[in-house]
């Protein structure tokens, strides 16, 4: 039996603990409901005294007024006895921030989106949001299509069935899809609130085969991420790492071809842990490593060594393919209190320490081309696909010499040497775009004494993409829904002329804590400030569009309230 409209819009109120969307209903206060949408304003700059929100409350939304809802009512008082997809023809009366000519903007999906069953997770919730997202004039959304989930039952055994579901929701409501391909595991890593293992029988491999796992100098395994030094083996049923990327790409390619182009116009290649092309040389993980630790080189399981042996044989080292430094301290350590990182005379600068480097970055950007190069043999020929792969915001112990951190990672940038130009031209041999971190992070809210330099890092990388004639695009490192973070965003993303500008922008991440009043409105203005050409960039314009859109949508919220009050 279909539900009324109250009933419907009861399931998408505030959240209890464990219902990230709200799907399970729970009463609030609305006590407030009433205030006039005419009081509503959009500011683009703090008022003063109030404190940028750098650590966001993880607690259920408490506004008032909640334009996700009235976003929700409007879509559901369309075709109340849909249950799933609405006509769109339904939607054309609805409020609509108007297209601007600046960077567009995607927001990431949850990390389940769809459920270990491979459904899609909160349908209801989703379409709500995704409707949100679309009227204020968000270009599109990024979900991790899981390894784990998609091919967890056996070797080329897919089930696509949630994103399916996923994909016809975003073609009807009208946003585009950055897909990425995600062939790491999911938990053990900054902002993982889920785990998502690889698929069961890459996992029995990893098992019988603990070298198939990277490992560091004390035989810890990480099982992130199949290890890169076995990319080219038939380790996995007879089949190598990268053969099994590849084929997940192509099955991909040919269950989602009526989308590519039209809906789906990213396909971001995942390289390593979190999906970043690099190694898993801080995971989080039962307390291994805590920021701002410089990490441990991941370079010890068979294959790995195999090739250091080798690279030291060609260069008439011999001694020098035993293993990676022994002298560079732990995941935890700083780098003055290590001999090889240390500022004077450390290793990271001598023969040994270039060697070393060398081959350790090398071998990471290796698999890079490797997977990249499947990529673009599978997606090349679909007009309107571009393929993007990610890299991660290091930016503590930046302002030292030896750049520990990023060493660690596989990125061998220096005081002395531009460790990101390497993986620009690596990228630009592609074509793929250089998806970049961290935009949102300044120098001054970051500690002191881990030299840690976000605007400085993000400035390199943009100069290295720029030289090596890359297209570059950017992400948030953290949640963050302070106007001083948006700004920070709109600076990093839109500085120099248009050829300077970034392709896309995508904001982590859609959850509750976005919808909340006061977040969304300025979420909205943000939105509109990635999208306007630099001469409608000012506040008096801005505040003015998001104001008319906020008081275009306050009052079924209001009425939302009342039925919500009285059921």
Not at 125 to 151: Q, R
Not at 412 to 431: E, K, S, V, W
Request: net charge neutral; hydrophobic share 35%.
């Amino acid at each position: 039996m279909a539900l009324n409209l109250s009933q419907k819009i009861g399931a998408l109120t505030t959240v209890t603990p464990g219902d990230q969307f709200g799907t399970t209903a729970r009463k609030t206060s609305i006590a407030q409901a009433s205030t006039p949408g005419s009081n509503l304003r959009c500011r683009i700059s703090s008022s003063p005294g109030e404190r940028d929100q750098l650590t966001p409350p993880l607690s259920p939304c408490r506004s008032p007024l909640r334009t996700d809802l009235d976003v929700a009512c409007r879509a559901l008082a369309a075709d109340a006895t849909a249950e799933a997809f609405p006509d769109v023809e339904e939607k054309k009366h609805l409020v609509e921030m108007p297209k601007g000519e600046g960077v567009p903007v995607y927001v990431m999906l949850p990390l389940d989106t769809v459920r270990p069953d491979g459904t899609l997770n909160r349908k209801k919730a989703m379409w709500a949001s995704l409707m949100g997202l679309k009227k204020a004039g968000v270009e599109g959304v990024m979900v991790d299509v899981w390894w784990g989930l998609v091919e967890k039952d056996g070797p080329a055994a897919y089930n696509w069935s949630g994103y399916t579901d996923l994909m016809e929701m975003a073609k009807h409501v009208g946003l585009k899809v950055q897909a990425v391909m995600s062939f790491h595991q999911c938990g053990g890593n900054v902002g993982d609130s889920v785990t998502i293992p690889l698929p069961r029988w890459v996992a029995e491999e990893m098992e019988r085969d603990p070298d198939l796992c990277y490992s560091d100098q004390w035989g810890r395994r990480n099982y992130e991420y199949v290890s890169l030094g076995c990319d080219t083996l038939p380790v996995l049923k007879g089949r190598t790492p990268v053969q099994c990327y590849a084929d997940f790409m192509r099955a991909f390619r040919d269950q989602f071809e009526s989308y590519l182009g039209t809906t789906i116009v990213e396909i971001q290649v995942g390289m390593g842990p979190a999906g970043e092309l690099r190694y898993p040389s801080y995971p989080e993980s039962d307390g291994t490593w805590k920021f701002p630790g410089i990490g441990a080189f991941q370079c010890n399981d068979k294959y790995m060594k195999s090739s250091l042996k080798a690279a030291a044989l060609s260069a008439g080292k011999p001694d020098w393919g035993h293993g990676g430094p022994t002298d560079a301290g732990g995941y935890n350590s700083w780098p003055e209190d290590t001999a090889f990182f240390r500022k004077e005379g450390g290793g990271w600068n001598g023969p040994y320490g270039e060697f070393f480097l060398s081959w350790y970055s090398q071998m990471l950007l290796d698999h890079g081309e490797r997977i990249l190069s499947a990529a673009f043999s599978i997606f090349s020929d679909r007009p309107g696909v571009k393929i993007s792969v990610k890299v991660a915001g290091i930016h503590w112990h930046y302002g030292t010499r030896s750049h520990a951190a990023e060493l660690t990672a596989g990125y061998y940038n220096t005081r002395f040497r531009d460790g990101y130009l390497p993986i620009a031209r690596m990228l630009g041999r592609q074509g793929a775009v250089f998806n970049f971190t961290c935009l949102e992070m300044r120098d001054c809210e970051q500690p002191g004494d881990a030299c840690c330099r976000p605007e400085a890092l993000v400035k390199q990388v943009a100069a290295a993409a720029k030289e090596a004639g890359v297209r570059l695009a950017g992400e948030n490192a953290l949640p963050r829904y302070d106007e001083t973070a948006h700004g920070q965003v709109v600076n990093a993303a839109t500085r120099g002329d248009q050829d300077d500008k970034m392709v896309a922008f995508t904001y982590l991440r859609l959850n509750p804590q976005l919808f909340e009043y006061e977040n969304w409105r300025k979420f909205v203005a943000f939105v509109e400030q990635m999208r306007s050409s630099g001469k409608d960039r000012n506040r008096e314009v801005l505040e003015r569009k998001a104001e008319q859109f906020v008081q275009a949508t306050s009052p079924l919220v209001q009425e939302a309230g009342v039925a919500l009050m009285s059921g």
